[in-house]
């Protein structure tokens, strides 16, 4: 049942069809609903219907094929912004958590997600693994205001970050800004990845925002060298 005075009608419908793919309920190459069906389901009207289903072929995670209908496209993690960023290896994966503590924010941390400078922040340390290739993928590191995300330890990994957020704590992560550059680890960072300190690496930068465009929290990701690759895919 969707929210009159929540979130925008067409992001409700979105998000529910988001959910249904990254649980794995609607499979990759799995029809959606056709238009009627799901307009009857929600009682929106078709351009709101349209809306939702045009942002979720934005991110990559539908297609759509003339004649045919709607389907399921992907299942990976994924950025709604214009330039889709795309983790290979990831398919399989397992996570292992390393660390999490409560940490005070630096000035950037606090800057770039627009909170006090004397916020705490929960901070979630772990490793992703390849299932089928038992090595190590990536490390991640994410920081959760703790005026935001109270207790966050207890619900991560729980389900995905989105449906976490939403579920839990009412924020409706629309899109996330990602940076990337290249850094030499340091000695802490590189055992976890069993690499060499000062081996170069992709670090990837990805800030979170809400559906009313504000930053919510912010995650760091270390790129295996040998074991994962980035592919940027940008719409024309």
Known sequence: MLLKNGAPLYFQVANYIREKILSGEWAIGTQIPTEVQL????????????????????????????????????????????????????????????????????????????????????????????????????????????????????????????????KVYGIYIHYANSTLRAVELEEELARHLEIAPGTPVIKVQKVFHNSGDEPSFLTEMYLHPYNSSVQIKTQL
């Open 39 to 166: 307009m009857e389901k929600f009682q929106v009207s078709r351009q709101t219907l349209r809306r939702a289903t045009s942002d979720l072929v934005n991110e990559g995670l539908l297609e759509r094929l003339q004649g045919q209908g709607t389907f399921v496209r992907n299942t990976s993690p994924y950025e709604s912004d214009p330039t889709r960023i795309d983790i290979s290896a990831l398919t399989g994966q397992v996570h292992r958590t390393v660390s999490i503590d409560q940490k005070p924010g630096t000035e950037e941390l606090c800057r770039l997600l627009q909170v006090a400078e004397d916020e705490q922040f929960t901070v979630i340390t772990y490793l992703h693994y390849s299932q089928s290739r038992n090595v190590v993928l990536n490390l991640s590191i994410s920081y959760m205001p703790s005026s935001r995300f109270p207790d966050v330890a207890q619900h991560y990994f729980k389900d995905s970050v989105y449906t976490m957020a939403q």
